[in-house]
């Protein structure tokens, strides 16, 4: 998992998975985080060079700093202990720069089936629904789930949500994806079951608000997203961009010490990144984003880099100088 909120939005977090999902601003004064995740091992660095070599091998001092950041990754969903103040951060409005262009390259949605996958505490979700789509959100974190499920029976808009690891292949029977969801059902269930014995997805959409680098396999969230897509079908996601440096008390997608190609989990240091500090982060690079896509038949089809709010930009201008955003739609072939 991304609107009007106390301070600013300016990347927000989307799913939880094995790591996992998220939907709110990736750094704020005073935003929040969506889902959690879950690592069980170091960070996950992707070997690039020869001989299983990784870009940290080539640069031991990387290596050292990413290491130093990264510690002994948490056993539940990272954002279970900050689903208050991820919720309090961020409301229904959807006027943030970034969620604004996510939803527009969606296209029209009306009676449509869309998967929000990292749905946090299901902002991004009701706006789906309020634009005519048939939504399930899924996400790792129970705390978020449940404000999520707690929403929709307030207020109605035939939403389901799962409580679920966008990673694993696990079964779950189709009809779990339809209706709404009050809460009923509870544990960790699997979405592979969301695609028909066949192999062909039930999904004319899925979306992931600013969780990809909330998820520490990659890999599995996007074989997930291509399982559940019809032939045809888009997926539209939001991430901090890659190649964002930071600016003055705003961390950039990688840590000040290291190099861009040193990717990772990590935790920010910055004064302003008040989300990522708690919950860190994965780093990519944009190439392994794309070719990671591309890899599960996943073929970029537009691209925007959105300016940040002007509130935000005009008392961080440095960070504003720099791409902050990456909104991407991709089409399944």
Known sequence: MTA????LPISYPRVDRRACSTTGPIFLSAGGAAAGCT???GP?????LPGGRSALDEHPSDR??????VGVMPKAARYDDVAGFYAAGWSDDVDDPASVRLLDLLGPLARRR??????????????????????????????????????ERETPLGIRYVHADATDPGPLDATECGGVSDGASS?????????????????????????????????????TVARTLRPGGVFACSILHPCFPG?????????????????????????????????????????????????HGLWLDAMDEPKPAQEWAATRPDAARFPVFLVMRCVLR
Do not use: M
């Open 44 to 48: 996950a660095v992707a070997d690039s």
């Open 4 to 7: 009007a909120i106390r301070a």
């Open 187 to 223: 544990g960790v269930d699997g979405i592979a079951g969301a695609a028909d014995p066949g192999g062909v997805g039930l999904f004319d959409a899925v979306v992931c608000a600013f969780g990809l680098s909330d998820i520490d396999d990659l890999e599995g969230a996007v074989a």
């Open 247 to 295: 600016g003055q008390g705003v961390s950039g997608s990688w840590p000040g010490d290291a190099r861009y190609h040193a990717e990772g989990w990590w935790r920010a240091d910055g004064d302003r990144s008040t989300l990522r500090r708690q919950v860190g982060a994965n780093h990519r690079t944009l190439a392994t984003y794309v070719n990671t896509l591309r890899r």
């Open 64 to 69: 050292a700093a990413v290491t130093r950041r």
């Open 39 to 41: 690592p069980e091992s």
């Open 114 to 151: 869309v998967l929000d996958l990292a749905c946090g505490h299901g902002r991004i979700s009701r706006a789906l629904a309020r634009r005519g789509a048939a939504v399930v959100g899924v996400d790792l974190s129970s705390a978020l789930i449940e404000k999520a499920r707690a929403a």
